[in-house]
Structure formats: C-alpha cells, structure tokens
C-alpha cells in the first residue's frame, strides 16, 4: 500500500498499520526495483526507521500525527534534508557535509509526519529535461525504461511512478516539475512562484523562474501535501499566504462553465501529430463535461518565450556551475547537455539580464493577462513528443520537453499537467501524453479544483492502459 499516499495516511493515523511498516515497505520495495530504476540516489534506512518508530510512539500516546502521518518521501536532490548530502548531481559537492537541517518544505512535510527514506536524482542543478549526471548516472522511466523519466526532478517523478514511495519533493524552473510528471504518468502541479517558500542559504540558480513543490500521483494526493508545504516565510521575501485550502479546491473539483482557450503551439511549437491528436480529444472530451472552450489561439505571445527565459536561466546555470568547481574543471563534470545553457551564460552579462530578461518577462505576462478577460484557462499540450532515449539526441530537439512549459515560469504563473492519452513507441511501451492547464497567478486553488476535474473526466483514458 506505499503507493497510495491518502491510504497510507488514513491507515496510519487509524492505527490499522504502523508507520514503521510502512517505511519498511518503502525501504523493501527500493531495495528491489530502483537498481533498474535508479530515482533514489540516496538512502538512510536506519534514520527513517527510526522517525517511523518514533512516529508509532506519539500515536500510541494519542498524541496527533499530522496530516502525512507516516508517508515515506523522497527529496530531490537539488534540496537540503538532514542527514544526506545536498550534491546537486555536480561531482563536486560529492565530497560536502551532510546537511544539518531540512528545507523549508521538507521541514513542514516532516512536521506534518511524512518520513525521508532518501535523495531523488537529479540533472546537474536541474538544467536539463533529462535525469542523468556523471555522479549517480541516468534515471530509467519505470514506464519505458529505455527512455528518460524527464527532469529535472526525474528521480522523484520515477520514484513514484514506480510505487517506491508515495511523494517526493520536486521543484520547477522551465517544466521540472510537470514535464517528469508528464512522461511518468502522473498528475502534476507547479504553484504560483511564492506559493511554496525557499529560502536557501544560496540564491537559485534560476531566481524566480524556479518554485518548488510536492509530487504525487494524483491532484489529491498533491493537494494534501501543498496545504503542508505552502505559505509565507520569513526566510524568503517573495514568498507569500495563499487563503484557502488546495484539499477543499480539489474536492470541489467541476469543469461546469469553466472557459477556456486552446493554444496546440502557442506560435512557435510544432509538436507530434499524435501528441497533438490525443490532446483535442481530451479537450473534447473536457467539452463534452461543461468545460467551454471560447477560443482556438494559435499565437499566445509576441515574443519567443524561450529568449527572455533563455538569458537569465543561462546566465544564472554559469555563475552556479562555475562557483562550485571552477572553470577549469567544468566540461569534466557535466554531461552536453547540462553545458549547453551555462555556455551560453558565459556570453551574457549581468546587466543584459536585468534589463533584457526582465523585460521579456513583463511583454509575456501582459500577453498572458489579455487572455484571462475572456477565459479562465490556458490548455495547451504538456509537451511536443515523446522522451528520448537514454543519451540520445530527440529528433524534436533540445525543446522537446520546455518548449510549452518554460514560458509559464517566465511569467511566475501556475500550471498543471495531466494525462490526456498515450502513444506507443517501437519498442511498444504506451507513453503517456500530457494536457498542460495554465491559470492566472495566484489562481492556484481554482486551478487545483479544475485540474482535478479533468484528471477525473480523462480518468477512463488512463485506465485503458
């Protein structure tokens, strides 16, 4: 039962299992599958066994548990945990100490009951869509294992796809949570950046193009967890309170009258015929249970999205992967395709950032904000195809993963994907295709109770595979 977080809690809190069996569980069923798999790339058995137990002792003292009372969960690898080492994927922090506190959200997941069994795996600092480092190695779709489970949190996507655990922690700067979700078969959510707090000791790579968040199966089940996680810190002043419940949003869940407009390439993507095949009869399908679809928009944006997003995602990969090892040692410790956005960063200035980045951003975000006087959402297809296989090339190219996803941690907005239908690749494994719902910033609640609405409406789609 490890893979069904809203059980497990239930179960626990109950008393019908312990929460030492549940992590045994985790434990044995890591032990098994990841050697193929891969998405943990570190483990701390007798640490989780012992919160476990520690767990069962405040429950039989009838004190509370927390709403995740004894949830194993993974933390992706470009956060802190307590106990393991933070090595970003970068042979260079192999060596550091572990760390001596948790992130804010792992803190607040730990004190709401869930239990870290282990690090997820990761792409050097999360700067591609492919999970794999020289340190750790790839990560295997559980679906396909000769492709990539995606990235950048392909460790915690796979984990749970998998049944390893029930939820892990991920964190999105172009698509890094959405776009593992996406070809793992789960549901998935980026909040509005602030939702979920950060507050490291060291400033994101990506600024505020990046937020973090929690990772399940389904909007529920992520729900639960982001009641949790969000909320304003005073560690990090762009962080703030959103009123509401993301569990009540989700058990209202309707598509009645809710308008939307269909974007299938935003301008400038071409994606798969299938792709975009099984993503129209999601939206009719979406239709045909209240949803409105208002529009039909080819073009969302005046500008490429990427080049706004391009210079101050670059531009920050260099400054970080240059500060850990040097720039002498910096083609010995990461894979191409984690260099191709720091080389370009090598390139650009500070300055250009500021003022060329920042100004793209705000021309997007005005764009984006002339549709929501005639719309409630955005649908777009999560990506243009299918992952590639384990370091190889896609014939989509580098955008195969972020072309739909990155402009919408340009604007700091929330968005959510879905699975809309499957293709089939020549190996014959069923990938899953991804439905992309985008919101107005800080609409997250109304987005949860959408997404969860059309996760359920496409819910016979998925149980046909």
Known sequence: MTDDLLAVVDAVRTQRIR??????????RISRDDPEIRAFCAIDAGRALAAAAALDGRIAASEDPGPLAGVPIGVKDLEAATGFVTTFGDPAHAGDAPQREDSIEVARLVAAGAIVVGKTNTPAYGFHAETDNLLFGPTRNPLAPHRTAGGSSGGSAAAVAAGLVPLCTGSDGGGSIRIPSEVCGLSGFKPTHGVVPTGDEGYGAWGAFSTRGPM????????????????ASTRDLLSFDLPGSFVDAAQQASLEGVRLIWSPTLGFATPDPEVLAACEAALETLA???????ETLERVFDD????????????????????AGGRDTFESRF?????????????????????????????????LARLW????FLVTPGMATIPPRHREPSPYGPGWAADYTLAFNLVRTPAAVTTAGFVRDEEGCDLPIGLQIVGPRCRDLALMSFATAAEQALGATRSEH
Do not use: C, Y
């Open 304 to 323: 490429r999205p990427v080049v706004a997003w391009g210079m101050r995602a670059s531009r920050g990969s260099w400054r970080t992967a240059t500060a």
């Open 373 to 376: 006087d005639r719309a409630d």
């Open 335 to 367: 894979l191409p395709n984690a260099l191709l956005s720091a080389n370009v960063g090598e390139t650009l200035t500070d300055i250009d950032v500021l003022l060329d980045a920042e100004a793209g951003a705000h021309r997007a975000g005005l764009a």
């Open 288 to 294: 045909a249970n209240g949803a409105i679809v208002v």
């Open 19 to 28: 929460a030492t069996d549940v992590v045994q569980d985790a434990l044995d």
């Open 216 to 231: 399940a199966r389904t909007f529920r089940e992520i729900a639960l967890a982001l009641d949790v996680v969000k909320g």
